[in-house]
């Protein structure tokens, strides 16, 4: 079963880090470029950053500087190392699949992981 | 950053009636590629967001062929031709022709 699972959410204060982890299973990882989007509470869907299969990244704006996303293809896993976090962060975490459709399409969708910024 | 405006923003739907949201974008979709870089989400309450519609009009792998996408350029539409109750959620058209991704704003449909 193709499957992403998020971890490393949690409570931190302003200016704290986190590391955020999103396990890959039943697809070749190194194949597929994969991203970072996030959705605050009752709000709509923000994509937040992107890692390619070449290791080439991008980000929105309000990131850029303070989040670094990273892979690690021979453990099948997702990185975001977020620092120097605001309130504004605080959100549902969710790691995501390009599909082999072509497009940029995200055809697989972890569970989330929550994040919040909060002293 | 292209800016995706949905509408409606509601969407209260009697079963077996169809339904359509619009999508617009602030700037072209169009690759040269001769692809609408615009795909199509539905987010069912307490889940993560679901593909349905890529590339503009492409069926995602298990989606029921009652929902259709069309639209090139900057207009586009989804189409749910007969609505059943696992249809409720939210809806989110995203672009991803230009980084940073956007999102619409998203549409909520509900069963009448």
């Known amino acids: 079963e193709v499957q992403l699972v998020e971890s490393g959410g949690g409570l931190v204060q302003p200016g704290g880090s986190l590391r955020l982890s999103c396990a890959a299973s039943?697809?070749?990882?190194?194949?597929?470029?994969m991203h970072w989007v996030r959705q605050a509470t009752g709000k709509g869907l923000e994509w937040v950053s992107y890692?390619?299969?070449?290791?080439?990244?991008d980000y929105t704006g309000s990131v850029k500087g303070r989040f670094t996303i990273s892979r690690d293809n021979a453990k099948n896993s997702l990185f975001l190392q977020m620092n120097n976090l605001r309130a504004e962060d605080t959100a549902v975490y969710y790691c995501a699949k390009e599909g082999p459709t072509g497009g940029d399409a995200f055809d697989i969708w972890g569970q989330g992981t929550v994040v919040t910024v909060s002293s | 950053d292209v800016v995706m405006t949905q509408s409606p923003l509601s969407l209260p739907v009697t079963p077996g009636e169809p339904a359509s949201i619009s999508c617009r974008s602030s700037q072209n979709l169009l690759h040269s590629d001769g692809n609408n870089y615009l795909d199509w989400y539905l987010q069912k309450p307490g889940q993560s967001p679901q593909l349905l519609i890529y590339l503009g009009f492409n069926r995602a792998s298990g989606v029921p062929d009652r929902f259709s996408g069309s639209g090139s350029g900057t207009d586009f539409t989804l189409r749910i031709s007969r609505v059943e109750a696992e249809d409720v959620g939210v809806y989110y058209c995203m672009q991803a022709l230009y980084t940073p991704y956007t999102f619409g704003q998203g549409t909520k449909l509900e069963i009448k």
């Open positions: 039943g697809f070749t990882f190194s194949s597929y470029d």
């Open positions: 890692v390619g299969t070449a290791g080439d990244t």
